[in-house]
């Protein structure tokens, strides 16, 4: 389907407690001003889970409506496990009430959409890395590697200008679950992980304390909070060293929120990964926010 000038995709990225959307245009820019979330959260029932997610079809629709657009397709980026060429959910950690349950019915059952609406689901991470490839710090690179810090750990890559892909449709590699200490890697480098470290070093902290606050602390001066960047950044080194040498990694990117505080990993990163010889640049995504609508719009466009 040729996309005409007043055409707009509706560009959605699942959390584990908000839905984050976006409208991009026919150009592929994404539009001021069209930008929302809408609480998602991943232990809601299953009535509100899918009450969110049509609430926010019928919101881009009439966003879309307002400005004279006509809404031409959807992409999805949802955590896994899941069933990405047919929308359906595999989880059970988490949005557990609509496991098993086609998403992609739902969304082409609704007012807005029609049973012939484009929809395209997609791993977040490997929608990240695709919109790094395509209009982030991955351009220039055969072989790139997309690290998300956040509530968990996720690592993505592409091979050869190709992201690799599961056969269900998830990053082919994952680190998440490397062993390491008493547990696996994301224990360590996540956000209970720097949460861990934190208190491995200063003691019990407040329960209400975040990782954006020891970003604040260490970018303050606060001793402990910037060794837990430090040592996170070791850590993370030492648990991907390895697989970057056999992949022939030349860009590794950072994402995920906690990757807004890159400069104080930076270090330590750098220092851990020195004589890997593939690689060439190590940088923060350049759409840490973003990077997952631009990768569900490349997708998109490919799939005409």
Partial sequence: MDLKTNSCRLLFDVGGTFL???AADSAGGLIPGSEFSCPMPSDGTR???TGALAASVARGAAFAARNGLVL????IAFPGPFDYANGI???EHKFRSIYGLSLADLLHGLPETGPGMPVRFMHD???AMLGEMTWGNARDAANAALVTLGTGLGFACCLGREVQYSPTGSPRLAIYNCPYRDGILEDYVSKRGFLRIYAELAGPADPA???ADLGRMASEGDPAAKATFAEAGRILAGGIRGLLEEQKIECLLMGGQISRSFALLEPALREGLQGVGSLRTIAPAAHIGHAAFYG??????ADR
């Fill in 209 to 211: 304390l975040t990782v």
């Fill in 296 to 301: 569900l719009l490349a997708q998109l466009d």
């Fill in 89 to 91: 959910p595999r989880m």
């Fill in 20 to 22: 984050k959307a976006v």
């Fill in 72 to 75: 031409a397709g959807i992409g």
């Fill in 125 to 127: 991470v490997n929608a």
């Fill in 47 to 49: 009535e509100a889970i």
